[in-house]
């Protein structure tokens, strides 16, 4: 009986080194296979509809995990060696690694030149008869060359100004909604703008560009924070200010081998023709 349950012991070890193996998926030479996962943001996420724009997708990949912040895609990623997902040039970090596009690298450099083509605009938007004088004042000093200083120092590219800013004195609050990837530097810029106008306050909330483009609309906000260009509805009744661009990176795990994709290739992992590393060629 011993023997017996010694063998069976021994054959089940077995069985898992066997399936340990198979799903490691790697190949011999060390490079990446495997099936992939792909991860998404939600609908209504300006960083979504802006990839989708750039890289001609008609529809995302209909077993693509679906995440609805910035943190929680960069964390996925970081946790699952065979993911791939996206998100703003300005929010990467160190547990991701990014990927050269066209055999061209996610740079903030590259996107001012124009060789990196995977970008877009982070606009801010407003009711223009509605809107407070402490508010009008903030976007002022975004546009000036103060304001756009910091949106450089943040990562982002500038968009170009002459406008110099001198402290107001106003006080008041000033709300903003909206995309979360113009959240972390909306943020920054407003608390430099607080420290030269100490009677101001601010709300920050990352709700998504959609979501902060209805709060603008329907008065629950000042300023509605957009990754994306503005709808046709949403300009009948909202005015948007540009007031930085930035690069969207793809992003894989630090232990993926890969270090480039083509277009094509990104398309086709997200529209689910690609679905294994095994497929991608360097």
Not at 87 to 108: C, F, P, R
Not at 141 to 157: A, D, T
């Amino acid at each position: 009986m011993k023997k017996l349950i010694a063998t069976v012991l021994m054959a089940a070890m077995l069985l898992t080194g066997l399936v340990s193996c198979s799903n490691s998926n790697d190949n011999q030479d060390g490079s990446i296979s495997g099936e992939i996962t792909v991860i998404s943001r939600e609908e209504g996420s300006g960083t979504r509809d802006a990839f989708v724009e750039l890289f001609e997708i008609e529809e995302i990949y209909e077993v693509a995990e679906i995440t609805e912040k910035t943190s929680v895609m960069l964390t996925s990623v970081a946790g699952n060696k065979r993911a791939i997902g996206y998100v703003s040039l300005g929010s990467i970090s160190d547990e991701v690694k990014v990927l050269a596009v066209d055999g061209v690298n996610a740079t903030a450099e590259n996107v001012k030149n124009g060789t990196y083509k995977v970008s877009r605009n982070f606009n801010l938007a407003y009711k223009e008869n509605g809107l407070s004088e402490v508010a009008k004042d903030f976007l002022k000093f975004v546009l000036s060359e103060e304001g756009q200083k910091i949106v450089e120092e943040e990562g982002y590219i500038s968009v170009d100004t002459n406008e110099k800013y001198k402290a107001s004195g106003l006080s008041g609050k000033i709300s903003l909604a909206g995309s979360t990837s113009v959240g972390p530097v909306a943020e920054v810029l407003l608390e430099a703008y607080c420290e030269l106008n100490p009677g101001v306050e601010f709300d920050v909330q990352q709700t998504g560009s959609s979501a902060g483009m209805t709060s603008t609309i329907e008065g629950a906000c000042d300023i509605g924070m957009a990754s994306r260009n503005l709808k046709d509805s949403e300009k009948e009744t909202l005015t948007s200010a540009t007031i930085a661009v930035d690069g969207i990176a793809v992003v894989v795990n630090v232990e993926n081998t890969v270090e480039a994709l083509t277009s094509e290739q990104i398309k086709n992992i997200f529209t689910g023709e690609i679905t294994d590393w095994s497929e991608i060629v360097e």
